[in-house]
């Protein structure tokens, strides 16, 4: 490492006032009660447990973050699998449950190379396998006695599962599947953990039996050998290069060559086989498949409020302190202004912190939601079998029973994500230059949470299965056979009153706000479904509004979500009557920010009128943000990120900015190590190193 400044330099210290100060004022100008409102979003246990599991992070010295945004990949990835290994040890060490490891995972924030095995790996090993396969690969996986992960996406194939091209091809002569790759766009692409990790794959390939193909199934497949950690004959694998960000995770690649694997190894719980008569025997309940993909997408709701909350954080704490010019209408000599006083600031930062907290408001609505469901999925595990047909519109009939939960899901899965990889990056561009070094602690993060835009369903394709079932609901409506659930309620309050037309008083009622956006998505369901029906048109003409429909319905569940949790006895009972007065201000910004910006459709719909629009942005959210200001500091304060955690010199809670990042800079950087030949005649690249030869 660089040698220390001399002492000149350790003898300065930052212009007044000082960071540590402003954000001091900061916090003592609010009163909202930091620790209860943290008990509120978190619970007291799971900071306890937080706290607990950081204590023990922070004395390892392999996490050590201090050269985090200094290595190269290939350095990163090696010190990402050596904490992935001291992790597990801790494990064992120290009794952790599989929820102990998840907290640590994300106080250590970045992938590492099991995380494919820990995640999608096992848990399709114990969703999809059999008692004799849960016994044969997923205990001993769990022992990391094998290292796997999940091998679906191709690289001529993502979204499209059914496209795959990868095949499973039944030997009915050994009673063995050949696992093949016919096209180089079949190479398995994108896999987590592949790369150099795993020796076991979960893979999907298109199962051939008499040459007719019965669609994509999962199979277990060893690619390495479990002592040399070689591939094996006829297995091409290797990692795909660097990336955006995600780097260390060894995303790899995988190609196969007529590889035979036994009968036991297709994972069979929904789906096999029968070796005797070499037929297929299809799935009893393929609706308990579909909860786990609605469970992953819950998941990334519920975390992509957390997601944004450490960028919103940075920023306000950093915008707190951060002081550039005068403010025009100051009294002369008043100083520099915080950039956190300017109104183009508070209008790219305080939305995204109302939508922090109702996202993750709507992510704990949307897991509710989904336990409740599971014990009916599994109620209903002998639902109607009969056949998905090729329009789009039409869904398995065995899943009926969650279509509502499904679509929710993906809908929420693509505007949560989206809300905050997005909002991520204006929080970036609101800490100024700053904001562009990895210290920062927003780009490093940004760039890893970008592909969650992506996976898990594109988010732009996901709205096409949300447009789907509204198309769905609102047939079933207006042919009097609605079902029980909040959408057909949305679409049957439309069809009552829409001769009569809206009269919402979104200035005045925060639940005619509520009742506003389900207007809007009622109303642009049955436009749609008259384009579809009515005149006919094409699928693919129809996708831009499919894209609006879904999210507006998406809107309109975050903010019912948030309203309901304004609005509850939990909220009212645990904090006081000023801080709970804020969240309703928080819910009334996000939810008049986001009319805002769609009024176009809130307008054309009939929910609201051109006046009210006009109020709207020109007082509603203004007054908004002059309520909201003061207590900015103390509301990313109440989401107790750590600074450990968050690994930024612009988000520190003591606000001691400028000296953290100058330390940072001055004696973490290797580069500071390294002495230039700086002309041009000298072969040399450093002073003092002899030239590495060119064979």
């Known amino acids: 490492m660089p040698n220390p400044p001399p002492a000149w330099v350790q003898a300065l210290s930052p212009a007044e006032p000082q960071g540590t100060t402003l954000l001091e004022q900061e916090r003592a100008r609010s009163k909202v009660n930091v620790d209860k409102l943290g008990e509120l979003l978190h619970t007291k246990e799971a900071l306890d447990q937080r706290d607990r599991i950081l204590a023990v992070l922070m004395s390892e010295k392999v996490f050590d ?120 766009t079949a190479s398995k692409w994108w896999i987590g953990s592949l790369g150099r990790t795993a020796n ?59 590889v035979k694997i036994p009968h036991v190894n297709m994972l069979a719980r929904f789906a096999q086989v029968d070796q005797a008569t070499n037929k297929y025997l299809r799935p009893a309940s393929p609706s308990l498949v579909y909860g786990t993909m609605t469970w992953v997408r819950a998941n990334i709701v519920l975390q992509a409020g957390g997601v944004l909350a450490r960028g919103v954080t940075i920023a306000t704490r950093y915008c707190a302190i951060r002081r550039q010019f005068q403010d025009r209408d ?17 209008i790219r930062l305080l939305p995204l912190l109302a939508a922090m907290y109702a996202l993750h408001f709507t992510g704990r609505g949307m897991m509710r939601l989904y336990q409740e469901n599971q014990e009916r999925m599994k109620a209903a595990s002998g639902a109607d079998q009969e056949k998905r047909g090729a329009g789009p519109e039409q869904l398995r009939a065995g899943s009926d029973l969650l279509a509502d939960l499904h679509a929710t899901s993906c809908g929420l899965k693509a505007l949560a994500s989206t809300t905050a990889g997005e909002g991520l990056e204006v929080c970036r561009r609101a800490c100024g230059g700053h904001g562009y ?112 429909l879904s999210t507006a319905h998406s809107q309109y569940m975050v903010v019912k979500n948030f309203y309901e949790a304004v609005t509850s006895p939990e909220l009212t009972s645990t904090l006081d009557g000023e801080t709970a007065g804020l969240l309703r201000k928080l819910f009334r910004l996000y939810a008049l920010h986001t009319l805002e910006r769609e009024a176009s459709e809130f307008f054309s719909s009939s929910a609201v009128t051109v006046r009210q629009i006009g109020l709207t942005q020109a007082s509603a959210v203004m007054k908004l943000l002059d309520e909201i200001r003061p207590h900015a500091v103390r ?13 930024s010199s612009l988000g520190r809670y003591d606000g001691d900015v400028y000296p953290d990042l100058f330390r940072r800079a001055s004696q973490e950087n290797p580069v500071n190590d390294l002495v230039f030949d700086p002309y041009p005649w000298n072969d040399n690249v450093l002073k003092n190193t002899p030239l590495k030869s060119k064979l």
Not at 330 to 346: C, H, R, S
Request: aromatic share 12%; glycine share 8%.
């Open 65 to 184: 973050k201090s050269q985090n945004h200094t290595l190269g990949r290939t350095e990163k990835i090696q010190v990402a699998l050596a904490r992935g290994k001291r992790l597990q040890q801790l494990k064992k060490v120290h009794n952790w449950t599989d929820e102990d490891v998840y907290v640590a995972d994300q106080l250590i924030g970045e992938p590492n190379p099991y995380g494919l095995h820990a995640s999608m790996f096992l848990v399709t090993l114990r969703e999809q396998g059999t008692p004799e396969q849960q016994k044969l690969f997923y205990e001993r996986a769990l022992k990391y006695e094998i290292i796997g992960c999940y091998a679906q996406t191709e690289l001529g194939h993502g979204s499209n599962v059914r496209g795959l091209e990868t095949t499973a091809t039944w030997d009915p002569q050994d009673k063995t599947f050949i696992i093949h790759s016919p096209t180089l």
């Open 200 to 258: 076991h794959a979960v893979v999907m390939a298109q199962l051939l039996i008499a040459g007719k193909n019965y669609g994509p199934h999962p199979f277990v497949v060893q690619i390495r050998d479990g002592e040399t950690h070689q591939p094996l004959e006829n297995v091409y694998v290797g990692d795909i290069g660097p990336k955006f960000g995600y780097n260390t995770m060894d995303n790899g690649f995988l190609l196969f060559n007529h």
């Open 330 to 346: 100051a009294e002369p000599g008043a100083g520099e202004n915080p950039v956190l006083n300017y109104k183009m600031v508070q």
């Open 437 to 548: 070094s990895n210290y920062s602690g927003i780009g490093p993060w940004y760039s890893d949470y970008l592909p969650t835009l992506t996976w898990e369903g594109d988010n732009y394709m996901l709205t096409q299965q949300v447009a789907r079932y509204l198309l769905k609901s609102a047939r079933a409506v207006l042919a009097g056979k609605g079902a029980q659930n909040d959408t057909s309620r949305i679409l049957q309050a439309y069809l009552a009153r829409r001769d009569k037309g809206a009269s919402f008083d979104i200035l005045e009622n925060d639940g005619d706000i509520v009742d506003a956006f389900a207007w809007r998505t009622a109303h642009l369901t049955f436009e749609v479904l008259k384009y579809r029906d009515v005149e006919k048109r094409s699928w693919n003409s129809l996708l831009v509004n499919f894209w609006r």
């Open 635 to 647: 509301l990313v304060d109440a989401w107790k990120i750590p600074d450990w955690q968050m690994d």
